[in-house]
């Protein structure tokens, strides 16, 4: 499992909903959600918002991964000029 699709079912968890609950609303198998990472399709990221009402930015900072390569650091860099 990536550590997006962990930290997105453990917000789901948080949230008071079964995840098999939300995979089945949003179409999806369980063990799809756990290979989510930055790249997840995201009309299914727009529907577990829309069903669960956790913000869709939420939801996407679950799957970004947070390093010092690539567009983030890109994006502190320009923030610091």
């Known amino acids: 499992m990536s550590n997006g699709g962990k930290r997105l079912k453990e917000l789901i968890r948080q949230r008071g909903f079964r995840l098999g609950a939300v995979t089945e609303a949003i179409d999806v198998a369980p063990s799809t959600m756990d290979r989510w990472t930055d790249n ?9 918002s829309k069903f669960t009402g956790i913000p869709l930015m939420d939801v996407i900072n679950c799957l970004v991964v947070e390093d010092d390569s690539g567009a983030s650091s890109l994006i502190k860099e320009q923030q610091h000029e």
């Open 40 to 48: 997840a399709p995201i009309g299914k990221l727009v529907k577990l």
